[in-house]
Nanobody, 126 residues
Framework: QVQLVESVGGLVQTGGSLRLSCAAS????????MGWFRQAPGKERESVAA????????DYADSVKGRFTISRDNAKNTVYLQMNSLKPEDTAVYYC???????????????????WGKGTLVTVSS
């Protein structure tokens, strides 16, 4: 079992920045690829970013490329999502999730994760 806890989100103005973190406990964090997802009101959940076990490989949704950065610190059992140039359409509940699959990019895109956090709300005001 892996328990995932996201940091508190918050209210940010358009163009602002926010960093989310997700702390993992339980089984070996470094054996899991990680993903960030979000779900806006009235919309389906979508994948935002993915990162490999070592952190050496990342993948992003087109909507956040160049603005968001996913990273991880395996020594701290934590994955991060740095969000810059935020837009009102980034408003959503953000979730981190873990997968043990080798094909993690595909699994993140499909939302087929093994463990999920409870989510944290990010609101971007216009």
């Amino acid at each position: 079992q892996v328990q995932l806890v996201e940091s508190v989100g918050g209210l940010v103005q358009t163009g602002g920045s926010l960093r989310l973190s997700c702390a993992a406990s339980g089984r070996a964090f470094s054996s899991y690829a990680m993903g960030w997802f979000r779900q806006a009101p009235g919309k389906e959940r979508e994948s935002v970013a993915a990162i490999s076990w070592s952190g050496g490989s990342t993948d992003y949704a087109d909507s956040v490329k160049g603005r968001f950065t996913i990273s991880r610190d395996n020594a701290k059992n934590t994955v991060y999502l740095q969000m810059n140039s935020l837009k009102p359409e980034d408003t959503a509940v953000y979730y981190c999730a873990a997968t043990g699959s080798y094909y993690y990019s595909d699994y993140v895109r499909a939302g087929k994760m093994d463990y999920w956090g409870k989510g944290t709300l990010v609101t971007v005001s216009s």
